[in-house]
T-cell receptor, first 112, second 114 residues
Framework: DSGVTQTPKHLITATGQRVTLRCSPRSGDLSVYWYQQSLDQGLQFLIQYYNGEERAKGNILERFSAQQFPDLHSELNLSSLELGDSALYFC???????????FGPGTRLTVL | AQSVTQPDIHITVSEGASLELRCNYSYGATPYLFWYVQSPGQGLQLLLKYFSGDTLVQGIKGFEAEFKRSQSSFNLRKPSVHWSDAAEYFCAVGPRSNDYKLSFGAGTTVTVRA
């Protein structure tokens, strides 16, 4: 158990819908990262937050957004969902940027 | 642009045999280097990391990795595999900066036969 929690574990929804994935980092970790794992793209970095502020962005679609709240938990919002958004979404946390990241168990999103 | 290559998509090894997984990276400067393992239906677990210093690093579950700057490689090894080592293994690199996004290789699936 890494100490990073993600909810929900599974999510099934329809095209065009909007979902919110939630992540609670390890106690004391200030950095939160979101990754997408799909069969065709592999593991891709989406976005990083550090102590509430966006720090780095990867190939995150405009339909996707994230935020980190004052209690340091983070949410990833995915809207206008498409079939291709079906993937495993991981959250990771680290105490400081530039140190190892600890991954949560992931949220498996299925878009039908 | 940075990239991580894991040349072997799938490796089958007998229980008790040695295992070596290859990882090569392309990066502007020496990055931070990691190996993660993902068991079926599970998240990613950090096996080991290299930041600086001794180029041979020890990790959990009896794994070790060697950083070779001249070859831009960070290969993972285990002297004797156990059936529980069957999983997917990912090599990852990250910059020595605050924009700390990990770039992952495509992964190597390890099957352990009895």
């Amino acid at each position: 158990d890494s100490g990073v929690t993600q909810t929900p574990k599974h999510l099934i929804t329809a095209t065009g819908q909007r979902v919110t994935l939630r992540c609670s980092p390890r106690s004391g970790d200030l950095s939160v990262y979101w990754y997408q794992q799909s069969l065709d793209q592999g593991l891709q970095f989406l976005i990083q937050y550090y102590n509430g502020e966006e720090r780095a962005k990867g190939n995150i679609l405009e339909r996707f957004s994230a935020q980190q709240f004052p209690d340091l938990h983070s949410e990833l919002n995915l809207s206008s969902l498409e079939l291709g958004d079906s993937a495993l979404y991981f959250c990771a946390s680290s105490p400081l940027a530039g140190t190892e990241q600890f991954f949560g168990p992931g949220t498996r999103l299925t878009v039908l | 642009a940075q990239s991580v290559t894991q040349p072997d998509i799938h490796i089958t090894v007998s229980e008790g045999a040695s295992l070596e997984l290859r990882c090569n990276y392309s990066y502007g400067a020496t990055p931070y280097l990691f190996w993660y393992v993902q068991s079926p239906g599970q998240g990613l677990q950090l096996l080991l990391k290299y930041f600086s210093g001794d180029t041979l690093v020890q990790g959990i579950k009896g794994f070790e990795a060697e950083f070779k700057r001249s070859q831009s490689s960070f290969n993972l090894r285990k002297p004797s595999v156990h059936w529980s080592d069957a999983a997917e293994y990912f090599c990852a690199v990250g910059p020595r900066s605050n924009d700390y996004k990990l770039s992952f290789g495509a992964g190597t699936t390890v099957t352990v036969r009895a």
